[in-house]
């Protein structure tokens, strides 16, 4: 099983700021096998970014990723009131599809 | 427009079962995989179970391996997770998603909480 590691476990920003929340795999990720979800309370997870890098329908480009093999980020270039939430990154390289534990995106 | 809709969800004593079911709308349902991810209060998130567009394959987490049973009914656009010999650590929000030919949880449903507990 590949297990993923958040970090920071929460980070502490102000509106307009940037986010940079990485994604650290046990072992390769093959095929950049790997998305971004968000999470507000009380709310299901929705998908963000796909493929390491693809931004899913609808999503603003304010939000990116990048990375490849066992190290991925994900970047939110100016942080906007509705992108404070939780973030889980979440392989599926294998068919035992694993979640990272989360970054917790709060307002300073 | 895709819409994801799971019910079952309830208070059940530990050793009881359950039946959670997802109605699906919105695109070709047999094309699609679809599973079951749940959420424990104030836990991440994780796959407990997951089934091809055909239904010949599937997939448990260790934890339910023998316990839980995914099915799927195409002509209904239903998918199932029948839940048996339920357990405290099964108490969680079961969210059902749709899971993209690309293989991210592309579409999720609002979640049933399922709460073990005597």
């Known amino acids: 099983e590949i297990v993923l590691t958040q970090s920071p476990g929460t980070l502490s920003l102000s509106p307009g700021e940037r986010a940079t929340l990485s994604c650290r795999a046990s072992?390769?990720?093959?095929?950049?096998?790997l998305a971004w979800y968000q999470q507000k309370p009380g709310q299901a997870p929705r998908l963000l970014i796909y493929?390491?890098?693809s931004r899913a329908t609808g999503i603003p480009d304010r939000f990116s990723g990048s990375g490849s093999g066992t190290d991925f980020t994900l970047t939110i270039s100016r942080l906007e009131p509705e992108d404070f939430a939780v973030y889980y990154c979440?392989?599926?390289?294998?068919?035992?599809?694993?979640f990272g534990g989360g970054t917790k995106v709060e307002i300073k | 427009e895709v819409q994801v809709l799971e019910s079952g969800g309830n208070l059940v004593q530990p050793g009881g079962s359950l039946r959670l079911s997802c109605v699906a709308s919105?695109?070709?349902?047999?094309?699609?995989?679809m599973s079951w991810v749940r959420q424990a209060p104030g836990k991440g998130l994780e796959l407990a179970s997951a089934?091809?567009?055909?239904?010949?394959?599937?997939y448990y987490r260790e934890s339910v391996k023998g316990r839980f049973t995914i099915s799927r009914d195409n002509s209904k656009n239903t998918v199932y997770l029948q839940m048996n010999s339920l357990r405290a650590e099964d108490t969680a929000t079961y969210y059902c998603?749709?899971?993209?030919?690309?293989?991210?949880?592309?579409?999720w449903g609002q979640g049933t909480l399922v709460t073990v507990s005597s």
């Open positions: 979440q392989q599926y390289s294998t068919s035992a599809r694993t």
């Open positions: 089934i091809s567009g055909s239904g010949t394959s599937t």
């Open positions: 919105g695109f070709t349902f047999s094309s699609y995989a």
């Open positions: 072992q390769s990720v093959s095929s950049n096998n």
């Open positions: 998603a749709t899971i993209a030919p690309s293989g991210d949880f592309h579409d």
């Open positions: 493929g390491a890098s």
